[in-house]
């Protein structure tokens, strides 16, 4: 290929992903120095086949550090996600909830998705679960104004509150990991069955996972109990409490003077 053909693809795919994700192409790095290929000296016998697609065991996502490029902040990223049109919850919602804590939060924790009183107020954990939320980490010296920042697999609400739908996780997946790569937690802590299988790309019921610590992209996680699960059923109070401890322990080998 010639140096002038590989600069005419390049544009069009930096145009591309410049719509695809928001930004202006100027937010870009600059172009490589591109030259022409040689010929090649002779043409092999045979030609080993190549596979047309990935594996399906391994989704393909956008790179983290997509959305976080050119100096990026949690508010910048939560901006892209308030214009975002790219399923069908848009067209559902009443206000798009991307987020709230503190921009250098200790601890990120990750729940399902809105629900009624969250996308009245754009706010996320603001119902009966997120009164509980705030108790359950405040019970571990954790807290939204202070060391905590909350985010949702998807940031519209699904109607009825179903479980979002896959496509409807992806379509979210990249602001999820660009607010991950800004925010830089010590800690992840997902709330419940859908955030555990969404982070982690895994069938595993929380059952099973719960309480358990796994390495995510460098970062200790831990799913416990969603807190609406606990307002239904009383008798997983006790080994959500568990989790907690657990989780506060592991964030003081981290921190240690975290919770002074």
């Not at 019970?139 to 179903?162: E, G, H």
């Amino acid at each position: 290929m010639k140096a002038a053909q590989k600069e005419i693809l390049y544009e069009v795919l930096k145009k591309t992903s410049g719509a695809i994700l928001g930004y202006t192409t100027k937010e870009f790095a600059a172009a490589p120095q591109f030259a022409d290929d040689t010929e090649p000296s002779a043409v092999p016998s045979q030609v080993e086949s190549v596979p047309s697609k990935a594996p399906d065991s391994a989704p393909i996502q956008e790179p983290d550090s997509a959305l976080a490029s050119g100096g990026a902040t949690i508010d910048s990223v939560n901006q892209k996600i308030a214009s975002c049109a790219r399923c069908g919850l848009s067209k559902t919602r009443k206000n798009v909830v991307p987020g709230e804590g503190v921009s250098n939060p200790l601890v990120l924790v990750v729940g399902e998705g809105p629900g009624a009183d969250e996308d009245e107020q754009g706010r996320p954990f603001v119902g009966k679960a997120g009164q509980l939320l705030d108790k359950m980490l405040a019970a571990i010296n954790l807290s939204r104004d202070k060391n905590c920042y909350i985010a949702n697999i998807v940031k519209c609400r699904p109607p009825m509150n179903r479980d979002p739908a896959p496509e409807e996780s992806q379509a979210c997946r990249s602001f999820l990991d660009a607010q991950i790569h800004v925010l830089k937690p010590k800690m992840i802590l997902a709330m419940g069955r859908v955030a555990l299988q969404n982070l982690l790309d895994t069938s595993i019921g929380i059952n099973k996972m719960r309480g358990q610590f796994v390495d995510f992209k460098g970062i200790p996680f831990m799913a416990t109990y969603h807190p609406s699960a606990l307002l239904r059923e009383e008798s997983l109070k006790r080994p959500a409490w568990e989790d907690l401890k657990a989780f506060k322990q592991k964030l003081l080998e981290i921190c240690p003077d975290y919770d002074k």
